[in-house]
């Protein structure tokens, strides 16, 4: 694939993820079905290049973020913890290091984008998956959608934006963190988590007509909105939580390297793919 120069960025090669501006609108892809929309280091890269593109280009007034396939992502890419590009020794520095630019860094970038963002969420929306939705500012699923964070089998507290007490109430946050089930389009509704739920079929025309809506709102008024929700949100404490529990992430992938002795990401990783059951 040749390299692509987005307005701003430094040209590099896109091979998952899509980015194109229709009608004031930044739409970005994630187009990596055969994985399930697994997250590696080349697919973040090019995730917050795009975000990157959108945040900067003046003719883009909001940003889409969907998924092509069957499934939103299935969160992180285990397999590629294997791959040169990420640590494969445990050094707990590097690695937090790593995990800082990589997930935490780029989740909260995404949040601060000054541009109304939509995510579109279809079928499984797994761990770091939940990384992608979060950041946006709404979210519109289809109805056979399911979110979950199941990494406590791997002795850690949850993915690296630990949002759930924010997204969910803390009585439901711990459910789903403490029994690893997912929870369902119509329930993130209900605990208003998503906005709206919508038929399979219909869930790409509903995010794009409620990106064409508000893009007729005047620009800087939309930029000044969703600051002001932010802003409430970080002075009742959102950003200095976030921040503090990803250290609490770091400590459960410091014992489970002492407990296992291997890259702790892996730890627990087949006991979490069965449900818990092995």
Not at 60 to 81: P, Q
Not at 107 to 136: F, N, T
């Amino acid at each position: 694939m040749n390299p692509v120069a987005l307005p701003g960025i430094a040209a590099m090669d896109f091979s998952h993820v899509i980015y194109e501006v229709a009608d004031s609108i930044g739409v970005i892809t994630l187009n990596r079905p055969e994985a399930a929309n697994a997250q590696s280091r080349k697919v973040l890269e090019e995730l917050d290049a795009a975000w990157n593109a959108a945040a900067r280009d003046p003719l883009v007034k909001v940003i889409v973020l969907k998924s092509n396939g069957k499934h939103f992502s299935a969160g992180h890419d285990m397999s590629s913890t294997k791959n040169s590009s990420e640590p494969v020794e445990w050094r707990a520095d590097e690695y937090y290091d790593w995990e800082t630019r990589h997930y935490l860094h780029y989740a909260k970038s995404w949040r601060e984008v000054p541009k109304p963002s939509i995510a579109a969420v279809q079928g499984k929306c797994i761990a770091a998956g939940l990384m992608l939705c979060w950041p946006c500012d709404l979210i519109v699923a289809a109805d056979d959608a399911q979110f979950s964070d199941p990494v406590l089998a791997m002795g850690i507290c949850g993915v690296e934006l630990h949002a759930h007490t924010w997204e969910l109430g803390p009585r439901k946050a711990k459910e789903l963190l403490f029994t690893g089930d997912a929870i369902t389009a119509q329930q993130a509704e209900q605990l208003g988590m998503v906005n709206r739920v919508v038929p399979l079929q219909e869930l790409v025309p509903t995010a794009m007509a409620l990106a064409q809506r508000i893009a007729r709102q005047d620009a800087f008024a939309l930029r000044m909105a969703k600051r002001a929700v932010n802003h409430t949100l970080d002075i009742q404490g959102y950003t200095n939580a976030i921040d503090a529990i990803f250290d609490m992430h770091h400590f459960g992938h410091a014992r489970a390297a002492l407990v296992t002795g291997g890259i702790p990401s892996l730890a627990g990783l087949q006991r979490m793919k069965s449900g818990g059951k092995t």
